[in-house]
């Protein structure tokens, strides 16, 4: 482990848009609302955000496995659409009316604390996206809600979906850095898990709210995470103790 | 041209960087200046600089044309700067102080207009560069300079060196946009004449001191430009003027 740098040598955090930076389920649910009253009809708006985020993992993996080729998430997620509102026998949007809510992934909210939290990391840390997300839809999505990245970084730059390998390798190859002064930011374990698997840092910062009210949140530290934050600006705090003590506050 | 969109419906403006938005030779010229203080060795600092910087195309060229493999300009800058050293007989720097050296590219003082103007463009554009420097280069190099890039795009995401097509092409997949709607902004007029043949839109920001005093600045128009501005807040004026009235102002 010669070459593992400790904790306050990070340089750069990445993190993880889809429920870390960004209230996906209530934005996608408020503009679903939307169109349904605009065109007369109902139904359970935070069940169809679910259900169209539940096929984002899947759609992902046939390209992952090869069984798709390279598509990027604008393309996936209006798949998705196509599908539901086929289940949900919507057939009153036309082609332009689906386009424009095939992009309500372009404009979610970010969560309370997300760009007060940015903004302080961003005075001493490199702060990018590492999404699944494709470049124009971080990039408008960052316009939308002010989010002041560094960069955008996606799995659209090196057509490797999270969580393969090459997502996280290439934080450190764009940033001309070891990949132990990288540090992944993500509410989803399983994405931390992967990502210290490459040799990045972690810190795992649970959004209670993602999956919507009373879902039990799991607090859990792991040998994987190195900071567990409440949010991003508790983040901030903590990583400004690692600076001053050279160790990861309780 | 039925495709063809008015440039009133430009949505992103892609800069080119090393001599638009910075002011490499002074920049480079100080650095140098600096260890020639520290190690006791005096040369034409501003020359010194000139040669750095005429290496970088035709070492360009030897990726694009596939005599080099690919190669990032931090790897190029460092061969020409080997080879410069062995010309002046510079022998008094060790490995880490050569790195550093290298590294002035990424410290590079923008334009007095720079910052104040990519501001105002902001707030009405997506604003990225696009540059043959690498990611990591770029994203320091804004960092230092307090650039307020929406992200970096960068030669190196497609491997691609300007002037080659893909390069320019890359602006409109990783934006979602038709080319047309993606505007070059440069300083370098052979710059813009790749830009437009690949269907963007132009705007030429003449910069008379990048190549130091003295020496003439190039102000006519072609039929590949669009805009002419004296810097980057001029820009923004017209620009204004564009979405305002539709037509390019004189």
Redesign the interface.
Known sequence: MANFHPISEVKALTFDVFGTVVDWRKSIAREIKQVGIEKGFILDWDGFADEWRAGYGPSMNKVRTGELEWANI?TLHRMILDSLLETYNINSLDESEKQRLNKAWHRLDPWSDSVEGLTYLKENY?I?SLSNG??????NM??YGGLP????LSA??VRHYKPDREAYLSTAE????PIEKVMMVAAHKNDLKSARSTGMRTAYVPRPNEHGPNVETDREPEDYIDIIADDFIDLSKKLSKVRETGSIPE
């Open positions: 604008d490199i990018s494709n470049v124009a839809l971080l990039v960052a316009k990245w560094d960069t955008v659209e730059l764009f940033f001309g850095l």
